[in-house]
């Protein structure tokens, strides 16, 4: 039935031998010369694992008519004696956008009315750039966007891509979040239909947002990824919906036609791939996340750090395209550069390089693409360095010519140089792993391309000249092309050129006096080759002569040496690796293995809070083992060959626990693209690559609640982590923490600039109409209808239906009390209750009333004043809400104050809340709020061993952290820190002064 | 409509301040002292001496006239037995925007960032807003005086001392002008920082030349500058420039600068200044910190980059104060900051001076303040337990021998919503 519905043509073409197009008219003449060559006793690659020496390769008519040893060559051959040369497959570069149209900004920026309405669509005169047809409402979602059809041959990037070896490109159009259908084009020159060789070959999806498109939403990371989510959820509505209305379509409605969904089907049917890019291999994985969920058949572009998690990628079964755009060299020339460096840097200058091998050991399917390379015509650099630091030369051939033609389907024709296929190759000078190898030609279909010399021919240098056969002067020639400088010497005499122009072939320019004539200006004119110039000049008199010059020194003294220097250091540098292992996370601190969970562990004669019944134990001793609290009183006997630690004097509390914080979260903590956006979620953008996750630990932090921002009356879906320090985004999530929800009320709501609500009075609408539509949604779900569409599963109000369902709670960022009251009366006409609200800076005045509904109260100790509806702050509101009975919890809303949250407590117990209390507010009442009290946030027998020792007693302002657990594993160590401090110094220094020898 | 929009948001601003208005009674500034005091029995700290236990402190007229075990307590002094309490002099905070902000983000409520880049002849006090709602907070934070200063452009103002008890500004001016504030240029862009320190070089070659010629007025009329002239006081090495900094070659170039112009300079929020710590030690420069919570800025540093740098300092032999931040809402906070240092390295009664003698000292108002001796201003708290612990609570606070008025912003909000739960507690009952 779906192939009824398709709307996205599927077609393959079978490219022309020739190089005009069949159909095409001719005007005037034909052009038919024989295309018949023989390539003779060159070392032929006919695929990785089959090199021919003193092979032939015979091509008729654009294909390979025969390849191998001793064959027999055609009279009508044409033969090339290719003695010492080496041939090539052609390699396929599988990530480009080569023929893309570009969007006219300018004439997007012209439309003015466009500009100023909302939803403002793109315009100008890019294909399907208005709002005429029935495309996505958002023009993110450009997935009826077909690169072969707007494939606009370019020369220049042809001539680039081929002068490197590539001889066909995969072709990704270069807007949107779903960028449209993919084309395998050929890097020859022609027309389009002379060189489009496939189409519809991939899906592509970006998770970056092109500014180009002018759309409204999304802004942020999370709100790509549920746009991502619900465009594919939708393309199944459509598929659904189109079948049911197309069987009897009697008293039903039509569904709508929209080219994008239409165009995602095959993608959606796993007929086509989906080839996603990612920036970092944290983003590779939520490619993977998306390709899961909607099983699609993934090919991941890949961001070059992925050794830096390979241990998440080693189990993969979709294909990986590696870029060889390894970081630049970081700046180290004095210490004002260098101390702005990160380790994190210095060690991905190290080991970027090394990225390809390292996948490729794994026995990942690896494609290497160009990308972010072949521009500046750096690609086989970067190979050559790929080659040398691990990845063995078969691989790499296999990585830019078959594995790239099988996946792109066309290895019938395309990926080796076996007889039947299309003479795609290049012809090198040498073995083209090796440094000084140049690529001298390029053929494809049977045509040769020359490829431009990497030394342009140059007038620069210092001349013998002599005129009238009497060597006399020195010319020296200095300049790119276009301007010269330079002089003439004579007699240890200079006379100035004037006007020196070089023009690639002929050098101009004049002297003065220098024929001993007063006042002469003589004009030179003169060919320029590698060795001599040529040339002929006139006198004042007007009186022509010969000149000739004759090269003594090429004068590019920077230069030469330079390359020199830089062959001799790499070799250096592979001696002297500095480093080779991988932390996780890849930064300072990062660790080299996951702590180890202790079997066994005593600790004795420490104070424990244990926020529990059992109160403050002096002298008391706890057992962990295998992660739990196994025990917690006196003296303990502890199992034989427990490992025991004694804290005497020190404290023992529960880890600590931040119910509000916006750390390690990327690409924006708002989607402010809309003011109800309920289907992003933070756990699909969290970054753990974030040294702030060590620092929290350092500040007995192992747990925290990390939201979406306030911007919106309804944001995303919040995350529960752990501070698993080094682990992957998945292993810091808190499975068992209540799901939540994001609201936001008050001044943030308001301040977003047109859009809905501008008031308090909207905010409460808004949010009103949002579960109104919900509960709608979920009348038209689940009404068991005999006949008619089927509903259309939106991401959005499905979260909105949990909350009213109670299987996700609302946590409510709130300052005054007169919307803590509105959201709490409009909560329970809808029958669900508000979780906790969020700052609560006015809480204290209406403590009854959230005491009443059950609302907890996370607040800050002394923030105030620092805008209009914080300036009834005050620092006893954590004390009035606790006496009134109301679940109090302390919060940071910001990294730096997470690391110390024992003094926030310290804070409240200043303020007359007992010692035990001011704890349970950055324990057990924060664990009670997050729903996760029956496993953390107390010292109890059973719980997580999640626990922190202090130097002294926690709340008095003087103790630091001295070790932080999670799990039953050391996260922070006090006294390791220390020691890791010196590594990471000497470390960075280390990898400093490696990059410095490189220069 | 954004304007429309913003109109709204002034006018509900406005609204707001006139229906908040009767919630400041209630923090009245406090009469003066009519009868000599004596504390007896409680552990005086006095941060310049010993500490005293079971001691007495008396103070009269404003004063302290005697600290120790067996003194003499004039027969007409009201005795007070703080028997189990601590006595610690009052403090000082070293930079905020005490009475020059309310609300951060209401720009009408801002007055410490003056038009322009070369504004030494601003005075801060002039603008002491005596009945802003953070003052009652420092007061009964037994803060007796804020340092008050202004900020922005290349030359802010003029800081002034305030006292935090009074009914105008007029009379809790401690000591003004106390320092020229200076806002070093960004290192970064060198074209921006060669153009501020020229202007500011051009700004002290004219006010030099501004002083020699006033000095002979008598035979030639010159007319009044008033920028120059209030840069006169800095030349004649009566006031420091007091400069802020915050990364190590800001640090350094203030230096060299301060050198070359001959003054007395004091260098305030010097993050990085661990990394030149011999430079600003054979100048002799007194550094303000006030950055103790703002944590690593680069990804190598420690955890505790921050936390420790007053122990670094202090180490080192270098002279600082610690100061909180500059948001008047936050003065509160003033002893964390010195909680902080001691968890990480600094000795507890360093951490004591930072926050009371050294500001005293490097201000020049050491002879007034910052310690429990005879013939200094009876500027005292009276705490329940270590001051800088900060589950210790502040239970009276004298500023200059006055008993200050304990009710602050917050407590009155407190007692008022108490109220609130208190009869809704008896109509239950």
Redesign the interface.
Known sequence: MTKAFKISLIFLLISSNSIFGQTSNIFGLRDNPPEVFAFDNARIMVSSGNILFDGTILIRDGLIENVGQNIDIPDDAWVFDLEGKYIYPGFIELYSDIGMPSIDKRNNNNNKSDANSRNSNYSGNYPGASKRGAYHNNPHVRSWYEAAGQFKPEKDKAQKMRSQGFTVAHTIPPYGIFKGNTAVVSLGEGSGKDLVIKSNVAQAISFDISPELQGDYPTSLMGVIALIRQTFHDTDWFLDAHKVYYEDPVGMKQPEINFAFASLIEAYNRKQPVIISARDEIASLRAENIANEFDLKLWLKASGKEYRRLNAFVDIDYPIIVPVDFPEKPEVDNF?KT??????SLMHWELAPENPARIYKEGIDMIITSDGTWSSGEFLKQLRLTVKRGLPEYAAIDALTINPARLLQIDEKYGTLEKGKKANFFIADGNIFEPETKIEEVWIGGRKYSVEKPHELTAQGKWQLSVNDTSAYILELKGEVGNYQGKLIADSKEYELKNAKFDKQRITFMAKDVFDVDEEVIRFSGQVSEESIYGIGERSSGEFFNWKAEKIDNMDDDHKPEKNNENEDEDEAEEQKVFSCVLRPP??YGLTEKPKQVDCLHIKNVTIWTQSEQGILKKGDILVSNGKIKEVGKNIDPPSGCRIIDASGKHLTPGLIDPHLHTSISGRVNETGNAIVSETRVKDVLNPNN?WI??LL??GLTTANLLHGSANPIGGQDAVVKMRWGSLPREMIFEEAKPGLKMALGENVKAM??RYP?TRMGTEQIIRDAFSAAIDYKTKRDKKQQKGLPYRKDIQLEVLLEVLEGERVVHAHAYRHDEMQMLIRLAEEFGFTIRSFEHTVEG??I??VLAEHGAAAIVWT???????E???????NA??LN??GVLTSLHSDNT?LA??MH?EA??I????VK?IEAMNMITINPAKILGVDHLVGSIEEGKHADFVIW?QHP??????AEQTWIDGRKYFDRKK?RET?KE??KL?NNLTNKVLENN | MIKLKLIYQVIFSVLFFIFSLPAIKGQMPSALQKEPVALVNGTVVTVSGDVIKNGTVVFKDGKITAVGHDVAIPDDAKVKDVKGKYLYPAMIHSGTYLGLMEVFRVSETLDFNEYGDINPNVRAEVAFNADSRHISLARSHGIAVAVVTPTGGIISGMAAAMLTDGWNWEEMVYKAPLGMVVNWPSMDNKTERDNAIAKLSETFKKARRYNKAKQVSDKHFHSTDIRLEAIIPVLNGDIPVIINVSDYRQIQSAINWAEKEDIQIILSGVNQADLVIPHIKDKEIPVIINSVFSGPSHQWEPYDQTFSLPAKLYEAGIRFLISGEASAANIIRLPNHAAAAVAHGLPEKEALKSITLYPAKIFGIDHRLGSIEKGKDASIIITDGNLLHLTTQIQQVYIKGRKSDMMDKHKLFYKKYSERYNRIKEKSN
């Open positions: 004002e101390i702005e460096l990160s380790l994190e930064m300072e040294i060590y620092r350092a500040g600039q047109n501008d204290y005045k403590a009854d002394d923030w105030s004043s620092f805008k209009m914080a300036y009834d702050a005050i620092i006893y004390r009035l006496e009134q730096r690391t110390r003094w310290g804070k117990a200043g303020t007359g010692e130097s709340l008095n302002g003087f103790a630091y820190d401090l990471v110094l960075k």
